[in-house]
């Protein structure tokens, strides 16, 4: 898979312009009629509407999550629910969190969620415990959508031990 990768991304605000290195976006949101960028390296606002935002931001790395949220998919580090259709998404580097939809959780993990969850593992092998339940609750959920996935045969066993537990 090629990944293309944005140089920076110019962004004005009045008669400012601002060069925002897109790895740096942690995620894009709405407030007050604006359009505020939160980064790592601090939060930019500007006139320009999410829509134009995600037209110019790479579809391999940012993710429009619902109505008033883009994130940075390398900056999601997880879902909680917050009732029957919606969930919170946990995001690195920031205490602020980002709404998704349960259509659009479901096209997230259906896009992203396998070759990430895998990827991960690879890298970060102490996080294996954390994954292993995240995917349980994925699976559950019936959020990957994909026929066959091949987390099935990771979480399978735990799936059993647990049914015998409970």
Not at 90 to 113: D, G, H, Q
Not at 130 to 145: A, E, I, P, R, S
Request: aromatic share 12%; proline share 3%; hydrophobic share 40%.
């Amino acid at each position: 898979m090629t990944v293309y990768r944005m140089k920076k991304l110019l962004v004005q605000r009045y008669n400012n312009y601002f060069f925002i290195n897109p790895s740096d976006i942690i995620f894009i949101t709405r407030h007050k009629r604006k359009t505020v960028i939160h980064t790592t390296l601090g939060v930019y606002e500007t006139n320009e509407s999410l829509e134009k935002l995600e037209q110019r931001l790479n579809s391999e790395s940012f993710f429009r999550c619902h109505k008033g949220y883009i994130v940075n998919v390398e900056m999601v580090k997880g879902f909680e629910p917050l009732g029957s259709k919606t969930y919170v998404i946990k995001l690195a580097k920031t205490i602020e969190t980002a709404l998704v939809t349960l259509e659009r959780a479901k096209e997230f993990f259906s896009k992203y969620c396998c070759l990430f969850s895998l990827a991960l593992l690879a890298v970060f092998p102490w996080l294996l415990l954390l994954v292993l339940t995240n995917l349980l609750y994925v699976q559950d959920q019936g959020l990957c959508g994909q026929k066959n996935c091949p987390l099935e045969q990771i979480t399978w066993p735990l799936h059993a031990a647990r049914n015998m537990l409970w």
